[in-house]
């Protein structure tokens, strides 16, 4: 059974227990996120002994050559001594210079864009808080004309990182981030096709990213917006989607509730079944879901079953 050193203590590990579980089984308070090698919240760097490929899936060169690699897919099979990572190598220094509540459970954080950093509108990145070793994957709502990072943060009960933000970050404070990840992202070859964007809640972030994106880049198809919460007060963002709208022919924007009476221009009812009128336009789609995983994944069948080819589908599910 392979010993795990970390921060001075030892810890048994099986050979068939990812290690990120093993550790804190016995007690450490590793970060995480998914679990599943997407997010990289869970990346350590071995400083003695040599980490399995299987652990280093998905991790840039750079990272892969100073032994870095992901707890949560690492099964040992020799000792190892780790660490966690060294900011200066995977995280970029951010002032925070706004924070607004958007409405009663979303917070709206902007911080200042590093010098180097480079992303596609429509990524998500970690956020990291050194001293409780914890961090988060959030999508950004930012687009590359921006000179700033945007954050669209969804206040979960006692959640460490989002209540961190709510109750104790303020203007002139630093954040961590960490490179762009994800594929979620317009593409320039999109220019000559329809696009249909869904998703709930915080699910907006990255949608709203790529929105501007095409729109930026003179997407030329029809643009259509579908938003859901569980009631109007759910929503946020409606007053800048709607000047959008006016301001481009090809957009339109249709926010969707579940509970109550839709605002203006919405719809009642589950953002799924909206989605499925939009679909049967037969319109040649490309499509991007975002938010809650449950609902991406209920979205994604419903456009399977419409004949969209899944090339053309693609997610951000929130885990």
């Not at 590990?13 to 990289?40: F, H, I, M, V, W």
């Not at 949560?72 to 995280?91: G, H, I, K, N, Q």
């Not at 109007?232 to 963002?237: A, R």
Request: glycine share 10%; with cysteine.
């Amino acid at each position: 059974m392979p010993t795990i050193t970390f921060q001075g203590q030892q810890y048994e590990c099986a050979a068939d227990e990812p290690l990120l579980e093993a550790l804190n089984r016995q007690g450490t308070k590793l970060p995480y996120g998914c679990r599943a090698g997407s997010c990289q919240a869970c990346m350590l760097k071995a400083t003695r002994g040599t980490p399995p490929a299987a652990a280093q899936i998905g991790i840039e060169q750079k990272l892969k050559d100073r032994n870095y690699f992901l707890s949560c897919l690492c099964r040992a099979d020799t000792d190892m001594e780790v660490a966690l990572p060294d900011p200066a190598d995977r995280y970029h220094a951010s002032i925070v210079f706004e924070k607004e509540f958007l409405n009663a459970s979303v917070i709206r954080l902007r911080s200042s864009r590093p010098e180097g950093f480079v992303y596609q509108p429509g990524q998500f990145v970690n956020l990291l808080k050194p001293d409780l070793g914890l961090a988060r994957s959030y999508s950004l709502a930012s687009s590359c004309s921006d000179n700033f990072l945007e954050f669209h943060i969804r206040l979960i009960p006692d959640g460490r990182m989002s209540g961190w933000i709510a109750d104790t970050v303020e203007n002139g404070a630093f954040i961590f981030v960490s490179d762009a990840m994800g594929n979620c992202c317009y593409r320039k070859d999109y220019n000559d096709y329809p696009l249909l964007l869904a998703g709930t809640g915080t699910g907006l972030a990255p949608l709203y990213g790529i929105l501007r994106d095409a729109l930026g880049s003179g997407h030329r198809q029809h643009i259509q917006l579908l938003h859901g919460g569980l009631n109007s007060e759910g929503l946020y963002y409606q007053q800048q989607l709607r000047q959008l709208e006016q301001q481009h022919d090809c957009f339109d924007y249709k926010p969707c509730v579940l509970n109550g009476e839709a605002p203006a221009g919405g719809v009642q009812g589950a953002i799924d079944a909206q989605l499925q009128q939009s679909l049967k336009s037969g319109q040649n789609w490309r499509v991007f879901l975002c938010g809650d995983s449950d609902i991406v994944n209920t979205m994604r069948k419903v456009c399977l079953a419409h004949d969209i080819d899944q090339s053309e589908i693609h997610t951000d599910a929130f885990g």
